[in-house]
Structures are given as structure tokens and as C-alpha cells.
């Protein structure tokens, strides 16, 4: 489910994308079907460069926290012309009694890391025509849930930035487009019993989201059925959530 923008719309063939956090999981994946959609250059950025494995990309070190390794990527990767925030983390934390040191961290990548990336690609992006931001959010942006509202926080967080970002960046002609999904089967969500999406669909139906020119993309049922909920008494959808509906 796509809602659309009026902005514009992308092709992905000829495009340069920069991906962070596309050593593994959903980041190898959004590169790995970027070159197959005809990306004219994919950077896989990652912590550690050398553990990012798919043929045909450039590696580029990218720590979205520290602010040195954030300007030498735009420095860098100067040609582009698409963006995608994927590096997320969570340490599955409690607000009232969790550590509050992981909660900081949480926001210091989720919100403080993006918007840093953010930023520091939007001149790059206007000097390349405008472009486009694809912020990997989750349907978490929109609910709590017992032992991981740390990461909640973080991602509400997020969804506002990318709300703002898209008003502030309109002008410039750059896409903003924000993905909510919920557990996907990849090692971020390894530790969640529950049921879990295929990242190679939730990645295809970001990028036709893109293409399409849309504001937000809500990759699976559970994000549509969570943003419905927020219409409704918010008790409604945390007994759901509590009886073990996610």
C-alpha cells in the first residue's frame, strides 16, 4: 500500500544509490535489487566495509553515528542521486526501568543518525537534481510493545523526522518517502517467534513505492492494519498487541 507524492516520480535504471547499513539483512537486500533494477552505481555502506559481500557494489565505511565518517561518505559518494537510510538498532529496552544508556543509543542511531545522513546528503542531492530518501521506519514508528520501547521511541521519532524532512526538502524537488513494515526474517528480528515477512518482498515493494513517487509505503498487512488503528482508542491495539497478535 502506497500513498502517493505529487513531487515526482524515480527511475531506478541509471540511478546512484547509497545504502547504509547494507552489509546484511534488509540493507544487503535493497542493494542487491537495486544493481538488478539497473542502479548505474549501488555504495553499500557499513561499519565495516569488508563485510559487505554482494558482487558489484562499492564498499564505503559508514558509521551513521559519528559525524567524521558521515561527511567523508557524502564527500565520496558525490554522484547521488538516491538515498536509503536502512541502518537501524535495538536493544530491546523498557523506557520506565530499562537501561536508559541502550535507550540513548537506540535514538542515537534510529533518530540522531539518520537525520546526520540526512543532512549531510541533501546539498548532494540537490546539486544532482533533486533525488530521493527512502527511510526504512517500521510499524513500531506507530505502537508500543512490552520490553522494546526504547526502539518504539527511536522509530516515532524517526517517522517525525522523515515527515519534516520531506516538507523541508520539497522545495529542493527531493523525493522523502518513509517504509513502515513489521518483523521481517533477517537477523535484525532473529530473536522474535513470531510471524515474520520476506525482506526480498518488503525491499521490491519499497523500490516500486519509489518509482511510484510515493510519500509512504506500508510494506505488509500488519503496518496497514497498525496505521488504521491510530483513528481509534490506542487501548484497542495494545491488548492486541499484548495477547500476542505481533
Known sequence: ?????????????????????ANRGLGRHFAQQLLERGAARVYAAARRPESVDLPGVVPLRLDVTDEDEVRAAATAAGDVTLLVNNAGVTHFTG??????????????????GT??????????LAANGGG?????????????????????????????????VRMELAEQGTLVTGLHLGAVDTD??????GPKGDPAVTVRVALDGIEAGAAEVLA?????????????????LHDEIRAGAI
Open 1 to 21: 500500500m502506497t500513498t502517493p507524492n505529487t513531487y515526482q516520480h524515480t527511475r531506478i535504471e541509471g540511478a546512484v544509490a547509497l545504502v547504509t547499513g
Open 95 to 112: 523506557l520506565v526501568t530499562g537501561d536508559l544508556a541502550a535507550v540513548r543509543a537506540e535514538m542515537e542511531t534510529n533518530f540522531w
Open 115 to 124: 537525520l546526520a545522513v540526512v543532512r549531510a546528503f541533501a546539498p548532494v
Open 132 to 164: 530521493v530518501i527512502l527511510n526504512v521506519l517500521s510499524a513500531q514508528s506507530w505502537h508500543a510493545s512490552p520490553g522494546n520501547n526504547g526502539y518504539h521511541a527511536g522509530k516515532a521519532a524517526q517517522w517525525a523526522l522523515t515527515n519534516g
Open 188 to 193: 535484525f528480528s532473529a530473536s522474535y517467534d
Open 220 to 236: 505488509d498487512d500488519w503496518s496497514a492494519h497498525v496505521k488504521k488503528s491510530l483513528a481509534e482508542d490506542p487501548v484497542r
